[in-house]
């Protein structure tokens, strides 16, 4: 018998949170892997520009980015009426908010009910253990309790190996989201001072 076996139905919403729980972990890693925050050269680079003109390497260099786009963007609409400009540019941050953001509650959730399910299965595999002690009538063997104290510790267990790196993970993606909401509010609030000031 495996281990998936000896853990029942609790088994199976176990790897079922397992599986959804590794997915989003490599979506998101994956997505941070290829989301970096633009460079503050190239940030410096367009304040210090003396023209409405971007130049080639650096249209080039943001578009490749998807914060980069952004910026391009907001340069792109320059002569809109700055409220308007302001209107965009906060529906933009909440777009990129939604976008760093998405699937980390989920993640949250698993990791909360991940030990809660490792904690049924605990309690499923005692009540097994003594049903079993009832229904003998002589004396009472290790073997008769071992299959449901061994599904009480492997659910525990299997909760517990899936909340950990669940939380861990969830803690780094919100601190790595954060930064980059940071970075990205800032440099966009300087870059719309900028056009503001020059008209």
């Given amino acids: 018998m495996n281990y998936l076996e000896q853990m029942g139905i609790v088994g199976y919403l176990l790897l079922a949170c397992s599986i959804i729980s590794l997915a989003v972990i490599l979506e998101r890693l994956i997505f941070f892997l290829y989301n970096h925050p633009i460079s503050e050269k190239w940030i410096i680079g367009l304040l210090q520009l003396q023209t409405h003109a971007l130049p080639e390497d650096l249209t080039q260099e943001l578009q490749h980015k998807r914060f980069g786009r952004i910026i391009l963007e907001l340069f792109s609409q320059r002569t809109m009426d700055p409220e308007e400009r302001e209107s965009l540019l906060s529906l933009r941050l909440l777009e990129v908010q939604s976008e760093l ?98 008209g």
Avoid: C, E, W
């Fill in 101 to 198: 953001s998405r699937y980390l509650q989920l993640l949250k959730i698993l990791a909360s009910i991940s030990p809660l399910l490792g904690l049924l299965g605990t309690i499923l595999g005692m009540i097994r253990s003594f049903d079993a002690i009832a229904q003998v009538q002589g004396p009472i063997t290790p073997s008769v309790i071992a299959s449901g104290i061994s599904q009480a510790m492997l659910t525990t267990a299997a909760g517990l190996l899936i909340a950990i790196p669940s939380l861990l993970a969830y803690s780094l993606f919100q601190m790595r989201a954060a930064s980059l909401m940071n970075s990205l509010t800032r440099q966009l609030n300087l870059l719309n001072q900028h056009i503001k000031h020059r």
